[in-house]
């Protein structure tokens, strides 16, 4: 088993800018080590994982890590940055960056040791250590766990020489034999009305992170040394990457309360049913533990103990657990139907392919295809398609189900998922559709957290989550859906559809313009989400105004990328050298209709990408409405332009906000202050000249 970190991969002069940067550089040195081989592919699972969370934390600490294909075996970098680094978190920028790169399938060895990496960087003689190693070699070792070494013990002076450590006029001292110990008086038994000692206050905790590496582990530590602190006992289950073991239900059942610091789902949670319970994002585990237990005690004091029935509490939905508590209902709404858009994502992806691949092969009559289950012959590629179509049709009926059941997940966890899918699949039933399935998700989730806000018996507390709240909530969301707001619903749909078929003209360019805008403005964001949504959402039952705005928002989406990739090639000497490396690699992205590949310029200069990106989102979106361009697949970018109507006119429209996009961006950054210098190495790199230097000089910019 190679070593987690060689002095290969420290760097005690980290002299990166930017969090990606820093990011790069510490990678670079893992793909030089071997142990990296797809370095762009491994950075966008880096930048993936970023933009779930921040990997910031209090103390100057930053933590970048994922898991990827592309890493041969887990792997630790260690940067060391004078100027500190901006990874999000509250106090300030780190100066001590950790690249953890995970396998997919990483051994449990080395998943125990990055674990044990996470718990020390709660330790500040730890840390402390890391800040004044001269040595790469040392600062490796100090991750390994190696201790420093002892100091030579001085040699024993002869009795004749002073010891020169001593001053001479305090005289040697035999150390004095110890007297007997008097005997103690005997304690009086106490008297009977003399109160027992309290009993501990006795927490179980949970901690869990999407990638299970740091922060789980983070987490832990942290609420351990707040436990120790608070006179509190404290047990912690970890549900990391390298496995967990389940707490103790003898100690879940002596707990006063309980701790789920988690951003990803806690397995089996109804372990926990009728505790006073804690429930928060793990970086508050993290940063805030001592608060942690101080609420809970407040809670076990007010909502009861271990020996009586608890307050009852609306558990945190999963969407919610990393929500602040000024965020308003708006903000909420919008994650919540982000939850549902999601998870309906995948589903479009396979079953609107699969379809789009039927119709390329079968032509479009494949939708009047008898049953494959009853008519299928191996040599006939009608047959073929019209399995694809039937297939991918299966899948496509899952889109408003899913939705409807992930926006309810979002609202109240996992009790939600019954009454959501049961009223989605009503909204396809009274033909209530995509617009349906929202009011369905959102009805179930309400539903559901108003059960749980009831007080019941602690007999019924077991049965709630299975029998109960799923068997009311369903009833009352049916209904709704069949008898109060389905029908009408069912007609808003109903003129929706009917409004796409009729556009033409000068409301067609003026609705491609609004979704070109939507789906440049936040690059891949809620409003991204939003317009992806409705297109698709027409996809469900297809009419050539539905086709015509699915391939509007598609062909607005591929523009930011591309558009970036664009001025990085022509204009290289006005981006950095990781910017002009990202440009490489948003050329497929945006090829692939991955909007998202533009967020990396957007987050270093939003002021001038993000207006840059919409004009040209705009562009394209109006002109491919004016063209008359459709398009049957939710996805594919330039991989499915056969199935694209106006196929020429719509790469025109793609081309021409590219352009657009890019000569905008361009244009806006030459008013930007110029560098203060600017390195050979940075020169040679804009030009494409060789340099012996490249990537060792630090940028210096004016602003």
């Not at 005997?183 to 992170?209: D, I, K, Q």
């Amino acid at each position: 088993m190679s070593e987690l970190i060689t002095a290969d991969l420290v760097d005690l002069d980290l002299s990166a800018a930017t969090k990606d940067a820093a990011a790069r550089s510490l990678a670079e040195r893992m793909a030089a080590a071997g142990r990296v081989t797809d370095l762009e592919g491994f950075l966008a699972d880096v930048a993936a994982r970023e933009a779930q969370m921040p990997t910031g934390l209090d103390g100057g600490i930053g933590i970048p890590h994922c898991r990827s294909a592309h890493v041969t075996e887990p792997t630790l970098a260690f940067g060391r940055s004078a100027a500190g680094i901006d990874f999000g978190a509250a106090d300030g920028p780190a100066d001590l960056v950790f690249l953890i790169a995970a396998p997919t399938g990483g051994d449990a060895d080395h998943l125990s040791i990055l674990s044990s990496l996470a718990r020390q960087l709660m330790d500040e003689a730890f840390t402390g250590a890391l800040r004044s190693a001269s040595e790469p070699a040392r600062a490796a070792a100090l991750i390994h766990g190696e201790e420093p070494e002892p100091k030579p013990e001085p040699e024993p002076k002869p009795e004749s020489e002073p010891d020169a450590s001593r001053p001479s006029d305090v005289p040697e001292v035999e150390p004095a034999t110890p007297e007997p110990a008097a005997p103690e008086p005997a304690t009086p038994e106490p008297a009977p009305s003399t109160p027992a000692p309290s009993a501990p206050f006795r927490v179980v905790a949970v901690t869990s992170c999407p990638t299970g590496i740091a922060h789980t582990y983070m987490a832990a530590e942290s609420l351990a040394k707040a436990a120790r602190a608070a006179g509190v006992e404290l047990t912690v289950e970890t549900q990391g990457s390298a496995g967990f073991q389940r707490l103790d239900p003898q100690l879940i059942a002596a707990a006063d309360g309980v701790i789920l610091a988690h951003d990803v789902e806690v397995r089996d949670r109804e372990r926990f049913a009728g505790k006073p319970v804690v429930d928060v994002g793990v970086k508050a585990g993290i940063n805030r533990p001592a608060e942690l237990l101080a609420e809970l005690r407040e809670k076990a004091a007010h909502g009861g103990t271990a020996d009586a029935p608890a307050r009852p509490t609306v558990p945190t939905a999963p969407m919610d657990r990393g929500a602040e508590a000024t965020d308003g209902y708006a903000t909420r709404l919008r994650t919540w139907l982000m939850t549902g858009v999601s998870y309906m994502v995948p589903f479009v992806a396979a079953g609107g392919l699969l379809i789009a691949l039927a119709f390329a092969i079968g032509g479009y009559t494949v939708d009047k295809a008898p049953s494959v289950a009853d008519h299928f012959v191996w040599a006939e590629s009608a047959s073929w398609a019209a399995l694809l179509f039937q297939v991918g049709g299966t899948a496509f009926g899952f889109l408003v189900p899913v939705l409807a059941g992930f926006i309810a997940y979002g609202m109240a966890d996992r009790p939600g998922l019954v009454p959501g899918f049961v009223g989605g699949a009503i909204a396809l039933t009274v033909n209530a559709g995509f617009l349906g399935g929202l009011i369905a998700g959102l009805l179930a989730g309400a539903v559901v957290r108003a059960i749980q806000r009831l007080g019941v018996p602690p007999v019924l507390r077991g049965i709630m989550p299975v029998v109960v709240i799923p068997l009311l909530s369903s009833a009352v969301v049916g209904f709704l859906m069949f008898l109060v707001v389905g029908k009408p619903i069912a007609a808003l749909q109903k003129a929706l559809t009917g409004w796409l078929t009729g556009l033409s003209g000068a409301n067609a360019v003026i609705l491609g313009v609004l979704l070109g805008l939507m789906m440049c403005f936040d690059l891949g964001g809620p409003l991204n989400k939003v317009a992806y949504a409705f297109a698709v959402g027409g996809l469900a039952n297809p009419n050539p105004g539905s086709l015509k705005v699915m391939a509007a928002v598609m062909a607005a989406g591929m523009v930011p990328p591309l558009a970036m990739a664009l001025a990085t090639t022509v204009r290289g000497r006005l981006f950095t050298r990781a910017e002009r490396e990202n440009g490489k690699a948003a050329w497929v992205l945006g090829a692939s209709f991955i909007t998202e590949g533009a967020i990396p310029f957007a987050a270093a200069d939003p002021l001038r990408v993000i207006p840059s990106a919409m004009a040209g989102g705009a562009v394209t979106g109006g002109l491919s409405m004016a063209f008359g361009c459709t398009l049957r697949a939710p996805h594919g970018g330039v991989f499915v332009v056969p199935l694209i109507g106006q196929p020429l006119l719509y790469l025109l429209a793609v081309a021409a906000g590219t352009v657009v996009s890019a000569a905008l961006v361009v244009l806006l950054k030459q008013f930007r202050s110029r560098p203060a210098r600017i390195s050979d190495a940075e020169t040679a790199a804009a030009t494409d000249a060789p340099h012996p230097e490249v990537g060792t000089h630090r940028e210096v910019t004016t602003h």
